[in-house]
């Protein structure tokens, strides 16, 4: 498990991947939202999950102003942290590299988030549909919706 | 020439208490790749939550899952009040604590009765779904319902468990502790049981962090990981228990977990309701006003392991983003390891070891005609189809 001192983990990382990380906000204790850039994904995922042991959550695609946000969540099991890495994608070429080659257990969420927010996950295994079967219109993205525009089941 | 056949499981199968279809190649009786399908249970929960407000979206997460209706709610409500800072009254902390550690003893002896179905044992079945009973009598005493418990709110809790009540709850506790004993036997004694499940459906530590997987299924390969204790959240620092964890790895120790989860659960009851009653009754919930702007990473240990709830809030009253990962998610992905190489008779209980649950792996139900593009069923067809079905069969009288 990640022996980490939290402390000291801004300076660290900053250390390391000077540029590719845009901002760290503690958001409550023993949680941490990192904002990093989009190509620097693999580098620091692949720093948390091999060189501090820390556990693949899940990932959450969101709309945001502009575009789409995806969070990498990361549990770190001997502390009871959990670490985030925020990622901001442009609404005209919602693109980044899939983590799915590093750790298994990104596979079905990004085929999730490709399905229901059509950001496209480059290099994974199988970017198929996982939710629906390919029953969806194609280029209907459920979840990708501006804010403020309310969800209508009867309209899907 | 090397032909492989290829069986399928499901989508409605007799094996499986929820639609789901796995196919499985085989080369003889070894099955050699697996693939599934998912998505007949998916319901846009998620997608909902952003219309409900904080309050209304406890009962729908309440319906993420019926077997584990009150981990949802736990792992939401801890998400929430970490956005509001909120501090929830002791009396609050242990309701909360025995409500999730009930639903273990009633989600665990289910897969037990299961698992011995699945292994054709059916004597086990039928004692382990009786002796359920109990445990859902209980939840029928405490909450006035034997599923879906909505017991939780920002902040506390919805009902008191008052002081008289605990002699009987005490007492019924105590009739399901011979039944523990009865069951723990039969399974850790029994040699067809140790013939169908020793050696089989391996899964090391190493292919655990791979596919992220969590709860029995990780405990149960040594990987000690428990939200309670790691992260530790309503009344777990203030009692006394441990991690179960084997290091067999195969299905035989993930019935092992379980069962001697089972006893930690009993315990863990038992110090609540003392502590308990040195408490104010009453006292149960903090009035949360406002819920700021935020985000707030919720998590509890469901019967099958961590639930996990983000929800991002912008400081109105309903969520802007609800993301609910349920521990099956994670777990489901890991058959495409364990069942490889092993015969198609050991497949189902391989499938059947990680208490697999749909309805929590997926969560929306929308069907479009592949060519046409047309929409084929909503609700209101439904109710018009079973109409005319009636009229029809009434007119042929």
Same mark, same amino acid.
């Given at each position: 498990?990640?022996? +980490?001192?939290?402390?000291? /983990? &801004? !300076? %660290?990382l900053?250390?390391?991947?000077?540029?590719?990380?845009? *901002?760290?906000i503690v958001?409550?204790?023993?949680?941490?939202?990192?904002? +990093?850039?989009?190509?620097? /994904? &693999? !580098? %620091?995922?692949?720093y948390f999950?091999?060189?501090?042991?820390? *556990?693949?959550?899940?990932?959450?695609?969101?709309?945001?102003?502009n575009g789409?946000?995806?969070?990498?969540?990361?549990?770190?099991?001997?502390?009871?942290?959990?670490?985030?890495?925020l990622?901001?994608l442009?609404?005209?070429?919602p693109?980044?590299?899939?983590?799915?080659?590093?750790?298994?257990?990104?596979?079905?969420?990004?085929r999730?988030?490709?399905?229901?927010?059509?950001?496209?996950?480059?290099?994974?295994?199988?970017?198929?549909?996982?939710?629906?079967?390919?029953?969806?219109?194609?280029?209907?993205?459920?979840y990708?919706?501006?804010?403020?525009?309310?969800f209508?089941?009867?309209?899907? | 020439?090397?032909?492989?056949?290829?069986?399928?499981?499901?989508?409605?199968?007799?094996?499986?208490?929820e639609?789901?279809?796995?196919?499985?190649?085989c080369?003889?009786?070894?099955?050699?790749?697996?693939?599934?399908?998912?998505?007949?249970?998916?319901?846009?929960?998620?997608?909902i939550n952003?219309?409900?407000?904080?309050?209304?979206v406890?009962?729908?997460?309440e319906?993420?899952c019926?077997?584990?209706?009150?981990?949802?709610?736990?792992?939401?409500?801890n998400?929430?009040?970490?956005?509001?800072?909120?501090?929830?009254?002791d009396?609050a902390?242990?309701?909360?604590?025995?409500?999730?550690?009930?639903?273990?003893?009633?989600?665990?002896?289910?897969?037990?009765?299961?698992?011995?179905?699945?292994?054709?044992?059916?004597?086990?079945?039928m004692?382990?779904w009786?002796?359920?009973?109990?445990?859902?009598?209980?939840?029928?005493?405490?909450t006035?319902?034997?599923?879906?418990?909505?017991?939780?709110r920002?902040?506390?809790?919805?009902?008191?468990?008052?002081?008289?009540?605990?002699?009987?709850i005490?007492?019924?506790?105590d009739?399901?502790?011979?039944?523990?004993?009865?069951?723990?036997?039969?399974?850790?004694?029994?040699?067809?049981?140790?013939?169908?499940?020793?050696?089989?459906?391996?899964?090391?530590?190493?292919?655990?962090?791979?596919?992220?997987?969590?709860?029995?299924?990780?405990r149960a390969?040594?990987?000690?990981?428990?939200?309670?204790?790691?992260?530790?959240?309503?009344?777990?620092?203030?009692?006394?228990?441990?991690?179960?964890t084997?290091e067999?790895?195969?299905?035989?120790?993930?019935?092992?977990?379980?069962?001697?989860?089972?006893?930690?659960?009993?315990?863990?009851?038992?110090?609540?309701?003392?502590?308990?009653?040195?408490?104010?009754e009453?006292?149960?919930?903090?009035?949360?006003?406002?819920?700021?702007?935020?985000?707030?990473?919720?998590?509890?240990?469901?019967?099958?392991?961590e639930?996990?709830h983000?929800?991002?809030?912008?400081?109105?009253?309903?969520p802007?983003?609800?993301?609910?990962?349920a521990p099956?998610?994670?777990?489901?992905?890991t058959?495409?390891?364990?069942?490889?190489g092993?015969?198609i008779a050991?497949?189902?209980?391989i499938?059947?070891?990680?208490?697999?649950?749909?309805?929590c792996?997926?969560?929306?139900?929308?069907?479009?005609?592949?060519?046409?593009?047309k929409?084929?069923?909503?609700?209101?067809?439904?109710i018009?189809?079973?109409?005319?079905?009636?009229?029809?069969?009434?007119?042929?009288?």
């Amino acid at each position: 498990m990640g022996t +980490i001192n939290y402390d000291i /983990l &801004p !300076e %660290i990382l900053k250390l390391n991947f000077n540029g590719d990380i845009r *901002r760290i906000i503690v958001q409550q204790r023993k949680r941490l939202v990192i904002h +990093i850039r989009k190509e620097a /994904l &693999p !580098e %620091i995922a692949n720093y948390f999950l091999d060189e501090l042991s820390y *556990r693949f959550i899940i990932a959450t695609g969101m709309v945001c102003d502009n575009g789409f946000e995806i969070i990498y969540h990361f549990s770190d099991d001997g502390n009871g942290y959990v670490i985030n890495l925020l990622t901001r994608l442009p609404e005209d070429k919602p693109e980044i590299e899939s983590l799915a080659n590093i750790i298994n257990a990104a596979n079905w969420i990004e085929r999730e988030i490709h399905e229901l927010f059509g950001i496209k996950f480059i290099n994974h295994p199988n970017l198929t549909k996982l939710i629906s079967d390919g029953l969806w219109k194609e280029n209907e993205f459920p979840y990708a919706r501006k804010k403020g525009e309310k969800f209508n089941p009867d309209e899907l | 020439m090397n032909t492989k056949t290829i069986i399928p499981i499901g989508p409605y199968h007799p094996l499986q208490e929820e639609p789901e279809l796995f196919r499985l190649y085989c080369e003889g009786e070894i099955v050699k790749d697996i693939e599934w399908e998912t998505g007949y249970n998916h319901r846009g929960i998620e997608k909902i939550n952003e219309s409900k407000t904080f309050d209304q979206v406890f009962f729908v997460v309440e319906r993420v899952c019926g077997i584990c209706s009150t981990s949802h709610p736990f792992a939401f409500a801890n998400a929430m009040e970490e956005i509001a800072k909120t501090e929830i009254p002791d009396r609050a902390k242990y309701i909360r604590t025995i409500i999730g550690e009930l639903e273990r003893l009633h989600s665990h002896l289910l897969w037990v009765g299961l698992a011995g179905h699945f292994l054709g044992y059916n004597t086990v079945f039928m004692w382990a779904w009786k002796y359920r009973e109990i445990v859902l009598e209980l939840f029928e005493k405490i909450t006035g319902n034997r599923n879906n418990y909505a017991m939780f709110r920002i902040g506390g809790v919805r009902r008191d468990i008052p002081n008289s009540y605990i002699p009987e709850i005490k007492k019924l506790l105590d009739t399901l502790k011979p039944k523990a004993d009865l069951l723990t036997g039969a399974v850790m004694d029994d040699p067809v049981i140790h013939a169908r499940t020793k050696n089989i459906g391996i899964l090391t530590k190493e292919d655990i962090r791979n596919f992220g997987a969590v709860g029995p299924t990780a405990r149960a390969s040594g990987v000690a990981i428990d939200v309670r204790k790691d992260d530790p959240y309503a009344a777990y620092p203030l009692v006394n228990w441990k991690v179960i964890t084997s290091e067999g790895c195969d299905v035989f120790a993930k019935a092992e977990v379980r069962l001697l989860e089972i006893y930690e659960s009993i315990s863990i009851i038992e110090q609540c309701l003392a502590k308990m009653e040195l408490l104010k009754e009453g006292d149960i919930v903090t009035m949360v006003k406002n819920i700021p702007e935020g985000m707030g990473f919720g998590r509890a240990e469901a019967p099958r392991g961590e639930v996990f709830h983000f929800v991002k809030s912008d400081g109105s009253n309903s969520p802007v983003r609800h993301k609910i990962r349920a521990p099956s998610y994670v777990n489901v992905a890991t058959f495409k390891k364990s069942c490889i190489g092993q015969t198609i008779a050991d497949a189902t209980i391989i499938l059947a070891a990680v208490d697999p649950c749909y309805c929590c792996t997926e969560r929306m139900a929308f069907a479009y005609d592949y060519y046409s593009g047309k929409r084929i069923m909503n609700g209101l067809d439904l109710i018009r189809i079973s109409q005319q079905k009636t009229s029809d069969i009434r007119m042929s009288l």
